[in-house]
């Protein structure tokens, strides 16, 4: 599954101080806690609360505030890592509420659960009203016990919206690694430094050509070509390093390494290694993908997660966009404001090429062990992550146990039509189909037609 699911264990006192609203207990969790793991009983991290939250069990009976303590617990939560958009897979849990209880199952995210409770506890408002089944009016009494317990149910409804605001918090937060602002001076240095073979002593073969490099970087970037560097095998006796990656793959690496910046002409093909991506300009019929997730800004806004596509229908006066989301029936709202987290989708066989060099460049890195450019790569996967570039990212995903890449390729395919179209012809290799078997079920695709060579 996305998490693995677990049991009683070592880490079961934490899940019990988070369903009891125990933010300090929480606190003094060890950092071994896995975030993003999946409890039979309670479901993720944040949907363990709310039985408490809303039947007023635990520390949430001595609370007065009951809102306040959830947004700290939230916060804590949330430092931590955990994602409110991140899948449970399999989901199958009961939250007992004072006035209305909810099954919670199959493939579900937190931010999902949330919304269906705040909905259903905003019908329930509308039912009685004053009026028994048969539309007479009731005593004075009973109808007065019906504004209470409607005013009871206008406050739960108030909390789940606070509740759904710290979760868009939390999945609009920014979850990149570390950077630091360089100066155009310096960098211009090290592209220098890239652009000059002549001075370069190593030598990277590829199956179609090679690429050259400073023995010195390579050694501080990499223990393991530190080691083949400096030993008598052919690598440290000729400066020589074979790899089967092409060798457009091999100077994205070694772009990254110099420069922290990709290739200028696979920038051409999405943003920069780093940095913010520049909010898109607008036009109707204009192919979009959500590249941050966010909540749509219509009056009964939805959820649109990362990976998500659609076209936009029209724009207004002042120029916020009408979408129509792929899988979403209602047509959504999003204004200029949020322009920033959409990207215009790319030609069809860029994005699968460019992913494709990327993962490539991913699995050079972890297998040279070079961490910190491992984990910028990774992340540039998961950030531009598309239908046509979920394979190649899926794959290396699977093989070198990126969990947040995972992660963002598993939500993408549980939203995506061409994702569950392709699985379900048997396009995709046995790597990515059984991951994708947590979105799609283990049925199984079509096996591939067998082609005579």
Known sequence: GVSDVVGAGPHEWVWSAIAAGDQNVVCA???????????????????????????????????????????????????????????????????????????????????QVVIQMRNDLTNLRFEGGGRDSESQPLDLTEDAEVNVLNDAADAEVKILDDVIDKYAGLVAAPRSIPRSLVPDAVVSVWERCFQDADEADVEIVSPDGSSRAHSLLLSKASPVLDAMLSSSMLEGTRRTVRIDETVRIARIFLALLYTGCLPSDDEANGDGAGGAAAAPTLQEGHRVVVATSLMSNSSKSVLLPTGLEGTVCTLDKVGDAFIRFDGISARQWVTRRNFWRLRLAPADGERGQFAQDIAGAFALARRWQADGLAEVLEERLARSISADGLPPALEAAELHCAQRLRSACLALARNSKQVRDAYNAGEFGPIVSQALETVYGANGPRKRKRELV
């Open 29 to 111: 969790a060890p950092e071994s806690f896995d975030v993003d793991s999946v409890h039979p009983e309670y479901g993720s991290v944040l949907t363990a609360f709310l039985q408490g939250l809303f039947n007023l069990e635990g520390r949430w009976s001595t609370e007065a505030n009951r809102s306040q303590r959830m947004k700290t617990l939230v916060d804590e939560l949330g430092r931590r890592g955990a994602r409110p958009d991140l899948l449970i897979p399999c989901a199958n849990f009961k939250i007992k509420g004072l006035y209305k209880d909810w099954r919670v199952s199959g493939d579900v995210t937190p931010m």
